[in-house]
């Protein structure tokens, strides 16, 4: 069965570093893509970092500079580490097959919360 464990969100003040780790179940994941995505109050989720089955990463202008996408496929886990944190990168984090959405996958995790204060 499908299951996304998100886990190494806090609360950091601006400038500082996390990372975010997703333990991974119920797929082949060495074979997958992988995405980070957040959702901050009051709007949609939106997916800020990917990284392919080959392990080619990309990300959005948002994080790009500031953030690490990774994976372990050993471990089943995928790995999202932040610096430089910013009070905008201020939102819940989840894990998730690229291309998920809210409406069409069903197994999204409980997420990591993730707040920088300024």
């Known amino acids: 069965q499908v299951q996304l464990v998100e886990s190494g969100g806090g609360s950091v003040q601006a400038g500082g570093s996390l990372e975010l780790s997703c333990l991974v179940s119920?797929?082949?994941?060495?074979?997958?893509?992988m995405a980070w995505f957040r959702q901050a109050p009051g709007k949609e989720r939106e997916a800020v970092a990917l990284?392919?089955?080959?392990?080619?990463?990309t990300y959005t202008d948002s994080v790009k500079g500031r953030s690490t996408i990774s994976r372990v496929n050993s471990k089943s886990t995928v790995y999202l580490q932040m610096s430089s944190l910013k009070p905008e990168d201020t939102a819940v984090y989840y894990c998730?097959?690229?291309?998920?959405?809210?409406?069409?996958?069903?197994?999204w995790g409980q997420g990591t919360q993730v707040t920088v204060s300024s």
């Open positions: 990284i392919e089955a080959d392990g080619d990463p």
């Open positions: 119920g797929y082949t994941f060495g074979t997958i893509c």
């Open positions: 998730a097959p690229c291309g998920a959405t809210v409406r069409t996958y069903a197994y």
